[in-house]
Antibody, heavy 121, light 107 residues
Framework: QVHLVESGGGGVQPGGSLRLSCAAS????????FHWVRQAPGKGLEWVAV????????YYADSVEGRFTISRDNSKNTLFLQMDTLRPEDTAVYYC??????????????WGQGTLVTVSS | DIQMTQSPSSLSVSVGDSVTITCRAS??????LGWYQQKPGKAPKRLIY???SLQSGVPSRFSGSGSGTEFTLTISTLQPEDFATYYC?????????FGPGTKVEIK
């Protein structure tokens, strides 16, 4: 059974940093690409970043480009999101999501439960 | 970037009703569209992928159709557990973009 568990969220001041993790189990982690998707309180879903199954290809939303870095450790079945220079508008629940696509993205077939990031002074 | 719009933004319906939600893309996305259901405080769940393919385990009362720029999600015979917010997602090109959501509420 697919299991994705995010951690690392919390409160941080503007300009600060956080590193989110997503631990995967129940499937072969390095067969899949992964994404981060976020949802600000009371708002809709926003795609944040993607990393390919081997980690060589990464794409980011314009809103986080240059501040966030997606990475993965296939030996530990873990996905990461390093978030630097955080802004109040980055406040959101952050979800990791699995992508069943190989050559091209096919969206998200499994999601974690999310971790809340709050950026406030 | 591809912009996604959804209509209606909300609707109030009764158990047993049929519901149709429309999603439009600002440019053609072939059939690279999925539908997701989200209940309050929960992670989204995929219902439909590649426009019309039903995700494993999802009831057959959910169906999707469309191509190019206009897509629909239909829920036939609405059940109590279907009251939720529904989002479309285009995965044709980066950045991936969601529609703003459609909230289905109990009348």
């Amino acid at each position: 059974q697919v299991h994705l568990v995010e951690s690392g969220g919390g409160g941080v001041q503007p300009g600060g940093s956080l590193r989110l993790s997503c631990a995967a189990s129940g499937f072969t982690f390095n067969d899949y690409a992964f994404h981060w998707v976020r949802q600000a309180p009371g708002k809709g879903l926003e795609w944040v970043a993607v990393i390919s199954y081997h980690g060589a290809n990464k794409y980011y939303a314009d809103s986080v480009e240059g501040r966030f870095t997606i990475s993965r450790d296939n030996s530990k079945n873990t996905l990461f999101l390093q978030m630097d220079t955080l802004r109040p508008e980055d406040t959101a629940v952050y979800y990791c999501a699995r992508d069943p696509g190989t050559v091209a993205t096919l969206g998200f077939d499994s999601w974690g439960q999310g971790t809340l990031v709050t950026v406030s002074s | 970037d591809i912009q996604m719009t959804q209509s209606p933004s909300s609707l109030s319906v009764s158990v047993g009703d049929s519901v149709t939600i429309t999603c439009r893309a600002s440019q053609g996305i072939r059939n690279d569209l999925g539908w997701y259901q989200q209940k309050p405080g929960k992670a989204p769940k995929r219902l439909i992928y590649a426009t019309s393919s039903l995700q494993s385990g999802v009831p057959s009362r959910f169906s999707g159709s469309g191509s190019g720029t206009e897509f629909t999600l239909t829920i036939s015979t609405l059940q109590p557990e279907d009251f939720a917010t529904y989002y479309c997602l285009q995965h044709n090109s980066y950045p991936l973009t969601f529609g703003p959501g459609t909230k289905v509420e109990i009348k």
